[in-house]
C-alpha cells in the first residue's frame, strides 16, 4: 500500500471519527433534558471532564481540585504524542468548522483559498495567555470562548428552542388545518413526529431564553468566517487550540518530507485546513497541524509522510515565534480586564443586586465565578426554564452565567438537577433534602400591586402554591374597605423570611403576569451573609441563620463575598 492510499484511508477512518463524536456530543446535549427533576443518567459532562482548559483553568482560579476532572490529562497525554489531533479529530466544534468550510468551493469565484501560514494566527496564543493570566487571578472568563462552552451553549439556548418552535408551528398548523386525501390524513404522520420530539428532546413545555441573541450571532459568525478561512476559529481564536498548540510543539508524531519528490504543486496547501505549511520542507509547523492527513493524501509524488520519532530527537521544523514583548503585552491586557471587570461595587461586595438570583447550591458570587464556565447545562437541564444567561446583572465578569428569573420560572422544590450535572462544581451538588432547605432568595410583597392590599379583592395564589411544608406565606385577617363603603374581611398574605427559601413560584404564578405582586429578590440568600435583610439576635423573624424554632444553625453555607 501506497503512503498515498494509507493517508486516504486514515482521511476517512477521522471523518467517521469526527462525524461519530459531533452525533454523540449532540445525543448527551438531548440527554440533559428536564425530567421531573431528576438529574440526566448520561455522562452530559464528559467533553468538559476531557477539557484540559477546563481543567486548569478551573484549578487555577479555585486553587482547589474540588469538583475536577482529571480526565484532560489524557487530552494532553494525547497532544504530546499525536499533536493537535484533539482539535482536528474529536471536537464537534471542529467537526462544524469542516463542514461549513467544505461549502468554500461554492464561493470560490468571490473568496479566493488562500491557505498559507499568517502572524495572525498567534492571536489564539495570545488570548489563551490573557485568559490564563485573568484566571490566575480569579476570573474565570474562559468559558466565554471555550470551544465545548461555547458550542453547548448556543445549541441547547438558541439552536434547540428555535427547533422547538419550528417544530410545534408546524405540527400545530397542520393539526388545525387538517390537510388529508380521504381517510389519509397528514397529521397522523406528524402527531407521532411531534410526541417523540416533545418526550425524547425537549420532555417540557416549549422554553425560550432571554439575552441569547449575542450568543447566537458569536456562533454564526464563527462558523461563517470558515468562508474566508478554512477553519478560521480554530487557526486564529480559540484558546483551547493556543494550548493544545503549545504543548504539542514537539509530537512524538512528526511530518516528514522528500524536498526531491516536491514539485511545487502547493496540493498540500490548499488540502491543509490549518495552514501548517506542509509544502516547505523543514518549516512544518507541529503547534498549527491537526494532524487530520490531507497533506499526506494529496501528494501524488508520495513526497510526505507521518513517521515517529524519539522525545528529545530534533527534527527540521518550523515554530510558530510568539515574541516575549507579545506574550508580555498578552499578560497585560489579561491584568487590564481583570481589572476593569473588578472596579464595580458590585464585584467588591459594596452591593448586592436584587435580581440576581442563583440557583440552589451555587456557591458565593467570588468562588461561584471562579468556576463557572458558562456552559449552560444548568440552564438547558432546568425544568421550569426559569435558569436564564445573564446579561448585565452580574457584570461582565459573570457573563451568561446562570440566574433564576421567577417571572419566567421557579426552582422547582423537588428538583436539584442544576447541581448534578455543573461540571465544575460552581453549583455544588446537593442532596434533595439539602437542597430543599437553601435560601437563594427572599419573597416581598408590593403591596401597590397585590390584590388584597391594593384593590381590596380576594386573591390567595402565591400561599397554595408556596412547596416549603407549613408554607413560607400565611395570612393576615385584616378589614378591607369597600366601595360602597362596606367593610369586608380579606386575608393579606404576609412573608415568612425563615421558611422562605426563595424558590419563586410565588412570583411566577402571581396574577399580575407583567410585574408581580410578590417578587423575590437575593436578599436572604446563605451564600451570603452580608446580604441579609433580618436583623440578628435570636428571634426566628429577626435571624436568617436560625431555624423555624429561634435555634441558631451550626453551620451556614455562605461565604465572603468581597475580592
Known amino acids: 500500500m501506497s503512503v498515498q492510499d494509507k493517508a486516504r484511508r486514515i482521511i476517512w477512518i477521522r471523518r467517521f471519527v469526527q462525524t461519530l463524536v459531533l452525533v454523540f456530543f449532540l445525543v448527551i446535549l438531548a440527554a440533559n433534558r428536564p425530567a421531573d427533576g431528576v438529574a440526566p443518567t448520561a455522562p452530559v459532562t464528559i467533553f468538559f471532564d476531557l477539557n484540559p482548559l477546563v481543567m486548569v483553568s478551573t484549578w487555577l482560579a479555585s486553587h482547589s481540585l474540588e469538583g475536577i476532572s482529571l480526565l484532560g490529562l489524557l487530552t494532553l497525554a494525547v497532544t504530546l504524542v499525536f499533536g493537535r489531533v484533539f482539535c482536528g479529530w474529536f471536537c464537534p466544534f471542529g467537526t462544524l468548522h469542516n463542514a461549513v468550510a467544505s461549502l468554500r468551493k461554492q464561493f470560490r469565484k468571490v473568496v479566493p483559498r488562500v491557505e498559507m501560514f499568517s502572524r495572525w494566527q498567534r492571536a489564539k496564543y495570545f488570548i489563551f495567555l490573557a485568559l490564563l493570566v485573568m484566571t490566575s487571578a480569579g476570573a474565570q472568563w474562559i468559558g466565554v470562548l471555550d470551544p465545548f462552552s461555547l458550542l453547548y451553549r448556543s445549541i441547547s439556548l438558541t439552536i434547540l428552542p428555535a427547533l422547538d418552535v419550528g417544530v410545534s408551528a408546524v405540527a400545530n398548523g397542520v393539526y388545525l388545518t387538517d390537510p388529508h386525501l380521504g381517510s389519509l390524513h397528514l397529521r397522523d404522520l406528524t402527531e407521532p413526529v411531534y410526541r417523540w420530539w416533545q418526550e425524547r428532546v425537549t420532555a417540557t413545555e416549549l422554553r425560550v431564553f432571554s439575552g441569547t441573541g449575542v450568543v447566537f450571532l458569536v456562533f454564526v459568525t464563527a462558523l461563517v468566517l470558515n ?72 501528494c501524488n509524488n508520495q513526497g510526505l509522510d507521518f513517521q515517529w520519532t524519539l522525545p528529545l530527537q530534533k527534527t527540521s521544523s518550523g515554530s510558530v515565534d510568539i515574541g516575549k514583548r507579545r506574550a508580555l503585552a498578552s499578560v497585560a491586557a489579561g491584568v487590564a480586564g481583570l481589572s476593569m471587570m473588578r472596579i464595580t461595587p458590585a464585584a467588591q461586595g459594596k452591593t448586592f443586586n436584587p435580581a440576581l438570583i442563583r440557583p440552589p447550591g451555587a456557591r458565593a458570587e467570588y468562588d461561584f465565578l471562579q468556576r463557572c464556565v458558562k456552559c449552560g447545562l444548568c440552564m438547558q437541564t432546568c425544568p421550569s ?155 426566628p423573624y429577626g435571624d436568617p441563620n436560625s431555624d423555624s424554632n429561634g435555634n441558631a444553625n451550626e453551620e451556614s453555607n455562605g461565604d465572603s463575598y468581597g475580592y
Not at 501548517?276 to 509547523?285: C, H, I, M, V
Request: one cysteine or more; glycine letters at 10%.
Open 227 to 298: 468562508l474566508v478561512r478554512n477553519r478560521f476559529w480554530c487557526r486564529y481564536l480559540c484558546p483551547l487550540g493556543g494550548m493544545l498548540g503549545l504543548i504539542a510543539a514537539r509530537p512524538l508524531l512528526r511530518l516528514t518530507s522528500d524536498p526531491e519528490a516536491c514539485n511545487s504543486c502547493q496540493k498540500c496547501t490548499l488540502a491543509c485546513p490549518a495552514a501548517a505549511q506542509p509544502e516547505k520542507p523543514g518549516e512544518w509547523l507541529a503547534s498549527e497541524c491537526f494532524g487530520c492527513w490531507n497533506c499526506v493524501g494529496s
Open 385 to 539: 426554564g426559569g435558569l436564564q444567561p445573564t446579561w448585565a446583572e452580574a457584570g461582565l465578569e459573570g457573563l451568561w452565567s446562570p440566574m433564576l428569573v421567577p417571572a419566567i420560572g421557579w426552582c422547582e422544590f423537588e428538583c436539584h438537577a442544576c447541581g448534578q450535572v455543573c461540571p465544575t462544581e460552581a453549583i455544588k451538588p446537593l442532596p434533595l433534602a439539602e437542597k430543599k432547605k437553601v435560601k437563594i432568595g427572599l419573597a416581598v410583597i408590593d403591596t401597590t400591586r397585590c390584590l388584597p392590599y391594593a384593590y381590596g379583592r380576594e386573591c390567595i395564589v402565591c400561599e397554595e402554591h408556596c412547596p416549603v411544608p407549613d408554607k413560607a406565606i400565611t395570612f393576615e385577617m385584616r378589614e378591607a374597605m369597600q366601595r360602597d363603603g362596606s367593610v369586608r374581611l380579606l386575608k393579606f398574605p404576609r412573608v415568612d423570611p425563615v421558611r422562605c427559601t426563595g424558590c419563586g413560584i410565588c412570583e411566577t404564578k402571581c396574577p399580575f403576569q407583567d410585574l408581580a405582586g410578590i417578587r423575590v429578590v437575593s436578599a436572604g440568600e446563605d451564600r451570603h451573609p452580608d446580604n441579609q435583610p433580618m436583623l440578628a439576635g435570636g428571634d
